[in-house]
């Protein structure tokens, strides 16, 4: 396991989270309509787990010694009132985080510090729960 990079992978993480709990949170303010009464609890809760995933990642990074990111990802979040672009958009960053775990389990490897394989793994599967949320809620 090469520390730099499993760290350099963890804060890509920390980056995507932290843009996750910008997003959901404007998108749980923002909806509208007859949508708002499902969405924007949906939204709210997915902000709140980004944040919750936010720290383990973090602590992961602190106990690699490294030190976490304070910036989010600088992909834009972009303003829609339409449900169906939210859905798209929180699909498409779902997506990016999953891909960014999966890397981070292979990084971290079967001779890995396990603890922390469990806790991304996880995050993995919470990542892999709510892409199919999303899909369904798209479908």
Known sequence: MEVKQLID????AL???L???NMYAHYSANIRGIHRLQLSPMFTTESTES????????RAIVKLGGIP????NPHEITHCENYDEMLQYSL???TKAA???GEIMKLIGDGGDQEMYDAIEQIYLAELRSLESLR???S
């Open 9 to 12: 992978r963890l804060n890509d």
């Open 19 to 21: 843009r996750a709990v």
């Open 69 to 72: 990111v304070t910036e989010r």
């Open 92 to 94: 498409e960053t779902e």
């Open 99 to 101: 891909e960014v775990y």
């Open 136 to 138: 369904l809620l798209m």
């Open 51 to 58: 944040l919750t995933h936010a720290d383990i990642v973090r």
């Open 15 to 17: 980056g995507w989270e």
